[in-house]
């Protein structure tokens, strides 16, 4: 596609509910990150893919945190059993070669969840 | 470890006035620096990446500099306009995977 896409865009949950975040990266983009935004702050980075491995997951909160890349492609990040402070923007970056450090990241729009 | 810093949290200027954003890192041996903007509610939009061999970007309006040696990265505006009010956010790769480091951003507003 043109961009990075993520769905939803919104998201409310119950406190305890298990969600699932989608990340559709740019077309051949190798690498693949996650980050959490909290109100007020800057982005926060959470894990890493590069094609189908998770290389770097150091930044995920806690065990309720997973995510997968299964064919290098399209990713899923899912928090289980939500709790009042993961509400945050969730958002999802991708560039296009494996080695990360002199690459330009292109982020996605979001999903801003919402745990009541 | 990288750490970034912007100051200020917020900024507020008159339509037409040029202005500068600050950002700081601790980590010299940096391999780029990039700028982002971001609009409320929306994703992050790449401005500028400047490569740790460049001193200097530009792109229109905007200019980013990089001085590795005193850990500073400038964003110039020049001739600001109402739509440039948003929030501008830097950020650094931090290890071999390249995940980014951000600063807390300026929340820049041009007046009319």
């Known amino acids: 596609g043109a961009g990075v896409s993520q769905s939803p865009r919104y998201k409310v949950a119950k406190r305890g509910q298990d969600v699932a975040l989608r990340c559709d990266p740019i077309s051949g983009h190798v690498s693949l990150f996650w980050y959490q935004q909290a109100l007020g702050q800057g982005p926060e980075f959470l894990t890493y893919?590069?094609?189908?491995?998770?290389?770097?997951k150091s930044g995920l909160p806690s065990d309720r945190f997973f995510a997968e890349r299964p064919e290098g492609s399209v990713s899923t990040l899912k928090i289980q059993r939500t709790q009042q402070e993961d509400s945050a923007v969730y958002l999802c970056?991708?560039?296009?070669?494996?080695?990360?450090?002199?690459?330009?990241?292109?982020f996605g729009p979001g999903t801003r969840l919402t745990v009541l | 470890k990288q750490e970034v810093t912007q100051i200020p949290a917020a900024l507020s200027v008159p339509e037409g006035e040029n202005l500068v954003l600050n950002c700081s890192f601790t980590?010299?041996?940096?391999?780029?620096l990039q700028w982002f903007r971001q609009d409320p509610g929306k994703g992050l939009t790449s401005l500028l990446l400047i490569q740790s061999s460049q001193r200097e970007q530009t792109s229109g309006r905007l200019n980013a500099s990089l001085d590795k040696s005193s850990g500073r990265s400038t964003l110039y505006i020049a001739a600001s306009q109402p739509g440039d009010s948003a929030t501008y956010l830097c950020?650094?790769?931090?290890?071999?995977?390249?995940?980014?480091?951000f600063g807390q951003g300026t929340t820049l507003q041009v007046k009319p």
């Open positions: 970056a991708s560039s296009i070669r494996t080695s990360g450090r002199n690459n330009e990241q292109f």
């Open positions: 893919f590069q094609n189908e491995a998770q290389l770097d």
């Open positions: 980590d010299s041996a940096i391999y780029n």
């Open positions: 950020a650094a790769p931090s290890s071999n995977t390249g995940k980014l480091i």
